[in-house]
């Protein structure tokens, strides 16, 4: 029969990964989450001026409205 047991851990201290600066963030994170956020401002901006664009509705018009006229050549 064979045991299969797991090393103990030999260093008490040792937190897991849990040191001094755990849990701190760097300049660079919050530097990267202001691009962020200032990407996501220009993304809606854009979106909301599109979409003031986009018509009420895509139904037909009704049968006795005139329709627009084809911009084709007419000789």
Do not use: T, W, Y
């Not at 909301?48 to 627009?68: G, I, M, Q, T, Y």
Request: net charge negative; proline share 8%.
């Amino acid at each position: 029969m064979v045991a299969v047991r797991q090393p103990s851990n030999s260093n008490e201290n040792d937190k897991g990964g849990q040191g001094e600066d755990f849990g701190k963030s760097s300049p660079v994170g919050l530097v990267l989450l202001i691009v962020f956020f200032i990407a996501v401002f220009f993304l809606v901006k854009s979106m909301n001026k599109h979409l003031k664009r986009v018509p009420a509705s895509f139904d037909e018009p009704a049968a006795d409205e005139k329709p627009a006229e084809s911009p084709e050549k007419k000789d």
